[in-house]
Nanobody, 117 residues
């Protein structure tokens, strides 16, 4: 059974940093073939793509986080990460991890990030 679990969210002051983790199980050795995504959804807004990383570690970032966030993966641990720096109040959202290979997509339940003084 596939599981995707996010962690690392919390309350942080503007300008601060936070690293989110996405731990998966059930993929076995196929994890490395999955594209790992981070999405976020702010209150009253649609879910938006934050970043994704391919099996070859090529990364894409949304315009609003480019230069501040870094996505990475550890295939040996079947995990992905999102390092967030220079956080702004507008980064406040629930952050979701998605693992996708072709038409197969698996979502986690999300972890909440609040950026506030």
């Amino acid at each position: 059974q596939v599981q995707v679990v996010e962690s690392g969210g919390g309350l942080v002051q503007p300008g601060g940093s936070l690293t989110l983790s996405c731990d998966t199980s059930g993929f076995g050795t196929n994890f490395s073939s999955y594209i790992m995504h981070w999405y976020r959804q702010a209150p009253g807004k649609e879910r938006e793509l934050v970043a994704y990383i391919t099996k070859n570690a090529n990364a894409y970032y949304g315009d609003s986080v480019q230069g501040r966030f870094t996505i990475s993966r550890d295939n040996a641990k079947s995990s992905a990460y999102l390092e967030m720096t220079s956080l702004k109040p507008e980064d406040t959202a629930v952050y979701f991890c998605k693992a996708q290979f072709l038409v197969n997509a698996y979502w986690g339940q999300g972890t909440r990030v609040t950026v506030s003084s």
